[in-house]
C-alpha cells in the first residue's frame, strides 16, 4: 500500500519556465491537498479538491493551478515560475470530511528550487 | 487571527531522556488538534488527535495533553530514541471545517 505517491522528488527551474507536480493516491480518498512548507512557517495550503470533480483555493493560490484529474490523482501545475516559488511541496488526502478533519495522508514531498 | 505558536524552535536532548514541546493556538472556534511527526525529507505523519473534550491522548512514548480552557497542548516524550529526531507540527481544526492551521513546528535532535 503506496499511500500517497508524488513525482518528482526534486526539480530545478529557471525563472518563467513550467512545470506540474503530480500526485496520486491508492486510499480511495475523496479530497486532496496541495501545501507548501518554507523554513520557519507552518504549512500554507495551496489548493484543494474536497472530492472528484471539484478544487478550491487555499491561502495561497497565486501563481498556481490544479487538476484533479480523477479520485485518484491530483496535480499542481506552475505555469511560469517565480523564484518566490521555491519551497517544499506536499500534497495529502483525508477521508472523510474536508480540510483534513480525521488526518491526512501526506506524500514524501517535491524539492523545487527557482533559479 | 488564526494561529499556532510552537515552543521551543528547536530543542537537542540526550537519549534516554525525556522532553516536553508546547502548542499554544488561537484557533475559533475549535475542533480538534493533531501532532505530527515529521521526520527530514518526509512528508508529517499523524501521531495523536484531540477533540476539544479529550484532555489526554497517547501513542506509545508519545502522550499529548490538551487544554481547551487556555488553549494549550503539549507534547511528552519519554525515554528518548536517536528515532524521535524530528519535526513535531501542532495542527489546529477549525470547527467549520475550512480552516486548518500548521504550527511552524519544534526541531528535535536526540543525540547518544
Known amino acids: 500500500n503506496a499511500g500517497v505517491t508524488q513525482t518528482p522528488k526534486f526539480q530545478v527551474l529557471k525563472t518563467g519556465q513550467s512545470m506540474t507536480l503530480q500526485c496520486a493516491q491508492d486510499?480511495?480518498?475523496?479530497?486532496m491537498y496541495w501545501y507548501r512548507q518554507d523554513p520557519g512557517m507552518g504549512l500554507r495550503l495551496i489548493y484543494y479538491?474536497?472530492?472528484?470533480?471539484?478544487?478550491d483555493k487555499g491561502e495561497v493560490p497565486n501563481g498556481y493551478n490544479v487538476s484533479r484529474l480523477n479520485k485518484r490523482e491530483f496535480s499542481l501545475r506552475l505555469e511560469s515560475a517565480a523564484p518566490s516559488q521555491t519551497s517544499v511541496y506536499f500534497c495529502?488526502?483525508?477521508?472523510?470530511?474536508?480540510?483534513?478533519?480525521?488526518?491526512?495522508?501526506f506524500g514524501s514531498g517535491t524539492r523545487l528550487t527557482v533559479v | 487571527k488564526n494561529q499556532v505558536e510552537q515552543s521551543p524552535q528547536s530543542l537537542i536532548i540526550l537519549e534516554g531522556k525525556n522532553c516536553t514541546l508546547q502548542?499554544?493556538?488561537?484557533?475559533?472556534?475549535?475542533?480538534?488538534l493533531r501532532w505530527y511527526k515529521q521526520d527530514t525529507g518526509r512528508g508529517p505523519v499523524s501521531l495523536t488527535i484531540?477533540?476539544?473534550?479529550?484532555n489526554t491522548k497517547s501513542n506509545g512514548r508519545y502522550t499529548a495533553t490538551l487544554d481547551a480552557d487556555t488553549k494549550q497542548s503539549s507534547l511528552h516524550i519519554t525515554a528518548s530514541q536517536l528515532s524521535d529526531s524530528a519535526s513535531y507540527i501542532c495542527?489546529?481544526?477549525?470547527?467549520?471545517?475550512?480552516?486548518?492551521?500548521f504550527g511552524p513546528g519544534t526541531s528535535l535532535s536526540v543525540i547518544p
Open positions: 495542527v489546529a481544526l477549525k470547527t467549520s471545517y475550512d480552516k486548518v492551521i
Open positions: 479538491s474536497a472530492s472528484e470533480g471539484t478544487t
Open positions: 502548542c499554544n493556538y488561537t484557533v475559533s472556534p475549535f475542533s480538534n
Open positions: 484531540m477533540t476539544f473534550s479529550e
Open positions: 495529502a488526502s483525508s477521508d472523510p470530511g474536508l480540510q483534513g478533519g480525521y488526518g491526512y495522508t
Open positions: 486510499m480511495n480518498h475523496n479530497s
